[in-house]
């Protein structure tokens, strides 16, 4: 484990078990508490392991703990299924997500995208920079075409772009969701160059941006309708859908549908230049 994964681990297992009611975990109250949560010698208690040695893991020492006992803390800090694949990973218990996509954007995954129509699709690599999209996605995202390349990355433009701000109707909870899942995806490369700039960069962009930092909260993606507004077509109700190619493992794709024959199918086929049919 590096120093910036020890240290993310040591915070993140705090601050989930500062969330904690001791009731839930099947301990008395115990009188008034100084901090809200379990203890750390409740958490040793409870996960089977010595009060000395959850310390260290909390003082982020270097030290390695076993798969076995990283289960054992996830569930007595009672993380979620997301939230235990993170610290599996950022102990190193997980196959890691490959560094980055190969220079330029493969021509078969932007035929891929370009296939998909009426469909908006892009391509985003391990950092979430926005490798490639389809017309269709321009036309549902003008803006990402006029922004400079180096500037053209997804958690960027989330909390820093207007026009994204506007076309996501639930701004508050949809850019909470980008960053929680953004988190649990770098989770164990904080300590890359280019991770390390992007987040400063937001910290000092985005008070939102900094809050939601601050939670430590990670949650994995699930494929889920999602709310648009679009200037020039209105309300869209899309379902959204991520995938990685086989053969570019680097990147995922992130594809936008419509229910068949639905309003947002119109509004789509409409915002495509094609007919919308009956």
Do not use: K
Not at 173 to 185: N, P, V
Not at 223 to 233: G, W
Request: with cysteine; glycine share 8%.
């Amino acid at each position: 484990m590096s120093a910036t994964a020890r240290r993310e681990l040591a915070e993140f297992l705090r601050s989930r078990r500062a969330q904690l009611d001791p009731r839930d975990s099947g301990l008395p109250p115990g009188g008034p508490r100084r901090t809200p949560g379990l203890r750390r010698e409740e958490v040793a208690l409870l996960s089977g392991v010595s009060a000395t040695w959850y310390t260290w893991l909390e003082q982020g020492r270097d030290i390695r703990p076993s798969r076995q006992v990283v289960e054992a803390l996830a569930r007595t800090l009672r993380m979620s299924p997301a939230e235990s694949e993170y610290v599996l990973r950022l102990t190193g218990h997980r196959g890691t997500a490959p560094a980055g996509a190969a220079a330029g954007m493969p021509g078969h995954v932007q035929r891929l995208l370009d296939a998909l129509g009426h469909c908006p699709a892009y391509a985003i690599t391990a950092d979430w920079s926005i490798a490639g999209w389809n017309r269709a996605y321009e036309r549902f995202y003008p803006g990402v075409a006029a922004v400079p390349a180096a500037g053209r990355n997804l958690l960027w433009l989330v909390f820093t772009d207007p026009a994204v701000r506007a076309l996501l109707a639930d701004w508050p909870g949809d850019s909470q969701r980008f960053l929680t899942q953004f988190r649990a995806e770098v989770g164990h490369r904080l300590a890359d160059p280019a991770v390390v700039d992007l987040v400063t960069r937001l910290e000092a962009a985005s008070p939102h941006f900094r809050a939601g930092w601050a939670s430590h909260d990670v949650d994995r993606f699930s494929s889920a309708e999602r709310r648009f507004e679009h200037p020039e077509v209105g309300s869209l109700l899309l379902e959204h859908h991520q995938l990685t190619p086989a053969d570019a493992p680097g990147l995922q794709l992130v594809v936008y549908t419509a229910a068949d024959g639905s309003e947002s199918a119109r509004r789509l086929l409409r915002l495509a230049g094609q007919p919308a049919g009956g």
